[in-house]
T-cell receptor, first 117, second 111 residues
Framework: EAGVAQSPRYKIIEKRQSVAFWCNPI?????LYWYQQILGQGPKLLIQ????????DSQLPKDRFSAERLKGVDSTLKIQPAKLEDSAVYLC???????????????FGPGTRLLVL | GENVEQHPSTLSVQEGDSAVIKCTYS??????FPWYKQELGKRPQLIID?????GEKKDQRIAVTLNKTAKHFSLHITETQPEDSAVYFC??????????FGTGTSLTVIP
């Protein structure tokens, strides 16, 4: 099966500019996650969608970050305006999202490497 | 929310030796514990996972143990090989698929 797709793979912007990342999950996966991975650290969950609804966005800096998954498939993550500390890899992941039970295997995309100058 | 701690942050072993990485978690409701391997510049890849109704799981040279009472779980790699060199992340999740990752362990296997 096709994996999680992300674009762009790399992005360099200046601080205060805006940037958007796109993610296409594995077909049929209801749950989609956006993570921020700063160099040398583990992925930090930014937002989790179940279909087109938000399950958890408690760690999303809502003053500058926004995300949507309007049709319950693709998702976009936007940063506006960007700060130097936003330099990181932004990983998208998806899982089946069946209701109830223990957690499910997440499949990660290749990530978008963002550098803010 | 959940807090996952991972130790050690770096680990060097001789080829053929064993490597052990430990994680602790804080949320007693967490019931799924995956381990991911991330090579430099690549995406995290699931290598093994364990659910809270099991105490140990093994897959060839890799094993994971879970102690629910103490709220810790460990990754064991036996007969290490140079290709095992990577960063390993543990994670904890509960029903609803909310994942929290550890800070990572950089494993170096010395030939």
């Amino acid at each position: 099966e096709a994996g999680v797709a992300q674009s762009p793979r790399y992005k360099i912007i200046e601080k205060r500019q805006s940037v958007a990342f796109w993610c296409n999950p594995i077909s049929g996966h209801a749950t989609l996650y956006w993570y921020q991975q700063i160099l040398g650290q583990g992925p930090k969950l930014l937002i989790q969608f179940q279909n087109n609804g938000v399950v958890d966005d408690s760690q999303l800096p809502k003053d500058r970050f926004s995300a949507e998954r309007l049709k319950g498939v693709d998702s976009t993550l936007k940063i506006q305006p960007a700060k130097l500390e936003d330099s990181a890899v932004y990983l998208c992941a998806s899982s089946l999202g069946s209701s109830g039970g223990a957690g499910e295997t997440q499949y990660f995309g290749p990530g978008t490497r963002l550098l803010v100058l | 929310g959940e807090n996952v701690e991972q130790h050690p942050s770096t680990l060097s072993v001789q080829e053929g030796d064993s490597a052990v990485i430990k994680c602790t978690y804080s949320d007693s409701a967490s019931n799924y514990f995956p381990w991911y391997k991330q090579e430099l510049g690549k995406r995290p890849q699931l290598i093994i996972d364990i659910r809270s109704n099991v105490g140990e799981k093994k897959d060839q040279r890799i094993a994971v143990t879970l102690n629910k009472t103490a709220k810790h779980f460990s990754l064991h790699i036996t007969e290490t090989q140079p290709e095992d060199s990577a960063v390993y992340f543990c994670a904890a999740s509960r029903t609803g698929n909310q994942f929290y990752f550890g800070t990572g362990t950089s494993l170096t296997v010395i030939p």
